[in-house]
């Protein structure tokens, strides 16, 4: 993956086509990417979006009909912002694997433990689910990402259940930090000796092959 995924909810236009309608549904995302940020998922009501975008409480049906389509297209924002991240970090696509490997697995650490109100959101299995703005098509190619990559370094193996399995280990590191529970069980202040041992779990030790 070279470039981000596009971002349907900034410019799909409204039935209505009028400026001031786009410009609503956006600022309603906007509001709602802001929300999940200082105050947790927990906080997304379509009344609290609303009251803070500056409409009426029903303004928001107009765009989304269902709650699940506006969370869906906040998670969105959250998959666009990991994808360009994801492409910043692996740059040149000639890089040796192993190496960007190594980074993508930080980027996927930093953007969950940054973002944890928007990490928790992207993940909703309902979300997932519903087909709202192809959520599965946004999230499946950062995964083919990791896939492709474990491919060049584990071509004896079958990459899919490796990327699989490595990423639920990431995404198990991500979770159990943000806890404090590993942090208390290692005494570890930093996540890199957890991702470096995740990677030599998975992919044998660096240098070994």
Same mark, same amino acid.
């Given at each position: ?44 009501? +379509? ?5 803070? $975008?500056?409409?009426?409480? &029903? *303004?928001?049906? %107009?765009?989304?009909? /269902?709650? !699940? ?12 912002? +990991? ?5 910043? $970090?692996?740059?040149?696509? &000639? *890089?040796?694997? %192993?190496?960007?490997? /190594?980074? !993508? ?28 703005? %192809?959520?599965?098509? /946004?999230? !499946? ?34 979770? !159990? ?33």
């Amino acid at each position: 993956m070279t470039e981000p995924a596009s971002d349907p909810e900034r410019t799909a236009t409204p039935s209505s086509g009028t400026g001031s309608d786009a410009g609503l549904r956006t600022r309603l995302v906007d509001v709602g990417v802001d929300l999940v940020r200082q105050k947790g998922v927990g906080a997304l009501t +379509l009344r609290e979006i609303a009251r803070r $975008a500056g409409v009426s409480h &029903g *303004a928001p049906r %107009r765009h989304f009909p /269902t709650h !699940l389509e506006l969370l869906s297209a906040i998670a969105h924002r959250g998959f666009t912002d +990991l994808a360009t991240r994801v492409s910043a $970090a692996r740059g040149d696509d &000639g *890089a040796e694997p %192993r190496g960007q490997l /190594t980074a !993508l697995g930080g980027v996927y650490l930093r953007f969950a433990l940054e973002n944890s109100g928007m990490y928790e959101l992207m993940f909703r299995h309902d979300l997932l689910e519903s087909g709202h703005l %192809r959520l599965r098509d /946004t999230s !499946l190619p950062l995964f083919g990402v990791l896939v492709e990559l474990v491919g060049r370094v584990r071509p004896d193996a079958d990459a899919r259940a490796v990327a699989a399995a490595l990423w639920a280990n990431l995404h198990g590191i991500a979770q !159990l930090w943000r806890w404090g529970s590993l942090q208390l069980a290692t005494g570890a202040d930093d996540f890199g000796p957890l991702l470096r041992t995740a990677l030599d779990a998975h992919l044998g030790p660096e240098g070994a092959r």
